[in-house]
């Protein structure tokens, strides 16, 4: 799928159109340059709706953090406007997988649920039935730091929806993974999309990118891409 960088990313099951989605982030003629440094890009103009899961690539450098930074409000960009809808709760899954290495994966996946003030057994049955359908129903009871990288990063993703988020911002999840982790994270996180919640990966990986419905290279928004003919958004 090809689609112009104004236009909205593709409806999941197609059964949608544009107008009946409820729009979660809006990014409209985006540029941003840090003090002192060149612009990384320009132009960037995309929609993601809540049900759908949209990676951005592109080389190291290009901005891609910066991007999701700036779709969080840690940022403000320098050209252009970034929208989510007031209100709208927005859940970052860090790089690194990280959590306290004595405490047992039911822990730390149920423990949002708990801070929401449901009972500890609800939130623990809520929490074990996330594991299971990612993957991790036998490691329930082991402790975070003897997880492998692709379980510690799937965690990561259960703890996120555990928080009940709209937005889901995830930052190269796969970046110390092998191909079937990345292929497991990338069906993962298509997973998430199909639960309603709006989805942006930042990633390299093309595993990821498959199971993506619309992938946005930031490459294309360079500035001397951009004066070459013209900036894309691809998928
Ligand atoms: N606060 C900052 N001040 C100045 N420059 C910054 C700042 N944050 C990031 N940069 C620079 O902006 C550029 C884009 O960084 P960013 O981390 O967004 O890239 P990336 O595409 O995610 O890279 P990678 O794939 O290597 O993780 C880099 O050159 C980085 O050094």
């Known amino acids: 799928m090809r689609f112009g960088a104004r236009n909205a990313v593709a409806p999941r099951d197609g059964s949608a159109t544009r107008g009946e989605q409820s729009t979660m982030v809006q990014v409209r003629d985006v540029g941003h340059r840090f003090p002192g440094t060149a612009l990384l890009y320009e132009h960037v103009s995309f929609d993601v709706a809540a049900g759908q899961l949209l990676a951005v ?28 809808p007031r209100g709208a709760r927005i859940c970052w899954v860090f790089q690194n997988p990280y959590g306290p290495c004595y405490r047992t994966v039911l822990d730390i996946a149920s423990f949002p649920i708990i801070a929401r003030n449901v009972p500890r057994a609800l939130a623990q049955e809520q929490a074990a039935g996330l594991l299971d359908d990612f993957g991790l129903a036998a490691k329930v009871d082991s402790r975070f730091c003897d997880l492998s990288g692709g379980e510690a990063q799937r965690l990561m993703l259960v703890r996120a929806i555990c928080c009940a988020p709209d937005l889901l911002l995830v930052d190269e999840p796969t970046a110390q993974l092998d191909m079937r982790s990345a292929r497991q994270v990338g069906e993962s996180l298509s997973l998430l999309a199909s639960r309603g919640m709006a989805v942006i990966v930042a990633t390299h990986d093309p595993f990821v990118w498959k199971a993506c419905d619309a992938v946005v290279d930031l490459e294309r928004f360079m500035p001397l891409a951009d004066a070459e003919g013209g900036a894309h958004a691809v998928a």
């Open 57 to 84: 690539t592109g080389p190291s450098g290009s901005g891609k953090s910066t991007l999701l930074s700036l779709i969080a409000g840690w940022d403000k960009p320098t050209l252009g406007t970034v929208e989510v």
